[in-house]
């Protein structure tokens, strides 16, 4: 795994729980005081050991840590960056969505290095898309989850999200789409502000 992902599952802790919290954890995998690089590769299972020590010392299910990661890449001010490149896909969320097949280029684009899932977007209906996921990291549907939530809030579209069952070796979130203009949604212009 890309030190990256590792710096954002820090960056997440320290934010929402505080420096005492990551200390914690690592501790708890004996690795007190590492620090990460964000562009040296880790074993994935120091990763995932992250995430379980933290799902236990807060009491969640690894499922809902995963989505809380989600939703902080795109609703914290800290990762105004990542949520930049998300919303270069559209105008609405349904654009977004749409556009989803075309993140890992995006991602590319930005940091090449990062090899994440490839993601496959299959329009139903005006109203249903399902999002199939390759299950090349353990959990990543789950970020998905969390990240198409706070995405959805940031457009100011109202959605309904369910995970379905495995089927051809992908993961599948259904977006179902209530209301495209629930609510004003976020400011957003295509130049970064200085």
Not at 8 to 27: H, M, N, P, S, T
Not at 31 to 37: A, K, N
Not at 106 to 127: G, Q
Not at 153 to 172: H, I, N, P, S
Request: net charge negative; with cysteine; aromatic share 8%.
């Amino acid at each position: 795994m890309l030190g990256v992902v590792n710096k954002a599952i820090e960056a997440f802790v320290c934010q929402r729980y505080g420096d005492k919290l990551w200390a914690d954890l690592l501790i708890d995998l004996s690795l007190p005081g590492y620090e990460f690089e964000a562009m040296l590769t880790y074993e994935d299972g120091i990763t995932y050991d992250l995430i379980d020590r933290l799902a236990k010392r807060q009491s969640k299910m690894h499922q809902d840590v995963l989505e809380d990661i989600g939703g902080y890449l795109v609703a914290e001010d800290s990762q105004a960056s990542i949520r930049r490149l998300l919303r270069f896909g559209g105008a609405t969320f349904e654009d977004f969505l749409l556009s989803l097949d075309d993140l890992n280029d995006r991602v590319a684009l930005a940091l090449d290095i990062l090899e994440m899932p490839m993601i496959r977007v299959l329009p139903l209906s005006a109203e249903k898309i399902h999002v199939r996921v390759a299950p090349k990291w353990h959990g990543f549907s789950d970020v998905l989850v969390g990240l198409l939530r706070a995405l959805a809030d940031d457009y100011g579209a109202l959605v309904f999200m369910d995970r379905l069952a495995d089927t051809d070796q992908t993961e599948c979130i259904e977006v179902i789409l209530i209301d495209h203009h629930h609510s004003a949604g976020t400011s957003f212009d295509l130049a970064a502000s200085s």
